[in-house]
Nanobody, 126 residues
Framework: QSQLVESGGGVVQPGGSLRLSCATS????????IGWFRQAPGKGREGVLC????????TYTDSVKGRFTISKDNAKNTVYLHMNSLKPEDTGVYYC???????????????????WGKGTLVTVSS
């Protein structure tokens, strides 16, 4: 059974940093692209970043450029979201997802997702 489990969320002050982890099982990271999405209270789910099967990354939203990066450790079957210079507007539930591709023609992987994690809450507040 394929699963994704997020961890690393919490409360952080503006300007702080967090590293989220997405632990996968039931498949290898050479087989799927892994994307991070977030959902703020009362809003829809937004794509953040994606890492493809060979390690290339795609940034889905300009609001995180220069602040967030994505990486993976194939040996640990884990993908990481490194978040720096956090802002209150980064608050939300962060989900990781697995799909064959990060997306095509400027779209995210959302419509092609095979598996979703259950999310981890990030709160940026003073």
């Amino acid at each position: 059974q394929s699963q994704l489990v997020e961890s690393g969320g919490g409360v952080v002050q503006p300007g702080g940093s967090l590293r989220l982890s997405c632990a996968t099982s039931g498949f290898t990271l050479n087989s799927y692209a892994i994307g991070w999405f977030r959902q703020a209270p009362g809003k829809g789910r937004e794509g953040v970043l994606c890492i493809n099967r060979v390690g290339g990354s795609t940034t889905y939203t300009d609001s995180v450029k220069g602040r967030f990066t994505i990486s993976k450790d194939n040996a640990k079957n884990t993908v990481y979201l490194h978040m720096n210079s956090l802002k209150p507007e980064d608050t939300g539930v962060y989900y990781c997802a697995a799909a064959y591709l990060c997306g095509t023609a400027g779209s995210t992987m959302y419509n092609g997702v095979n598996y979703w994690g259950k999310g981890t809450l990030v709160t940026v507040s003073s």
